[in-house]
């Protein structure tokens, strides 16, 4: 017997919100992109103490990001903006005092927090209805933002209220589609794994993954289509407004 659906997970970037929607209120505020950004606080904070060339910090950051890329793909772990820094300046042969590279770290973390992401059109009805009949969580990788300020983008935008659990990369431990992020999803919820649907915009994450589990999964592509024509997903969802139905069918 199929066990009943009692909860939904959901990703973020891309499904909850749109991502880099943000990039164009950095651009119309006559402020650079955020990668360009970060690069330039680095250098900005190492220039207070000795002269570099930008191209360098630029060098030594992309080396620092492709470690983490390296180190998300392979191994499903996203390390944190600190980490990261700490490999660039490395590169650099280069230090900044201990509260100085925490002070960058948390500046980098929250260029989303201050200027936020859309939310997807119509995502918030669908959410209300949703959480009236099911448990709600986020289960999504922290790249740059900490899952604190990733809460904070939600609770700006009025949707936190509907979400009962967070599993965010940066407090698991692990990346989608590693196992542990949807068991720690249903520890939060109180539901076995099966009694979940994952809702995505990622054929490997966030199909793949939970359906290896036994959790069957939706491919959300209201702002993404990359993966529609190669999905294994129990349904793909095109508008917000259709996801209620969608997962009210998977449930029956």
């Known amino acids: 017997m199929t066990p009943p659906i009692k909860a939904v997970t959901f990703d973020l ?19 650079r992109s955020k990668p360009a950004e970060r690069r330039h606080l680095l250098w900005e904070a190492l220039n207070r103490h000795e002269s570099i060339s930008e191209e360098q910090v630029n060098a030594a950051f992309d080396t620092a990001d492709a470690a983490f890329n390296h180190t998300w793909k392979k191994y499903f772990i996203t390390l944190p903006v600190a980490d990261r820094l700490t490999m660039a300046l490395k590169e650099l042969g280069r230090s900044l005092p201990g509260d100085e590279l925490a002070a960058l770290a948390v500046a980098l973390g929250r260029m989303e927090v201050d200027i936020p992401p859309d939310p997807i059109d119509g995502i ?9 009949r099911y448990k709600l969580c986020i289960v999504s990788d922290a790249i740059v933002t900490p899952g604190y300020g990733l809460r904070e983008i939600l609770e700006g935008h009025g949707l936190k209220q509907y979400f009962q659990a967070f ?26 794994k099966e009694e979940m649907v994952h809702v995505g915009d990622r054929d490997h994450n966030d199909v793949k993954g939970p359906q290896a589990l036994g959790i069957k999964a939706v491919l959300f592509t209201a702002t993404r289509d990359d993966d529609k024509a190669m999905t294994s997903a129990d349904a793909i969802c095109e508008r917000p407004a259709d996801l209620p139905g969608i997962i009210d069918g998977l449930a029956e």
Do not use: C, N
């Open 124 to 132: 918030e009805a669908a959410l209300k209805e949703l959480s009236g």
């Open 13 to 31: 970037w891309d499904t909850i919100v749109d991502d880099d929607s943000d990039e164009a209120k950095r651009q119309a505020q006559g402020l």
């Open 167 to 192: 599993a965010f990369s940066d407090e698991v431990g692990y990346s989608k589609p590693h196992p542990s992020m949807f068991q720690a999803a249903a520890e939060q919820l109180g539901v076995e």
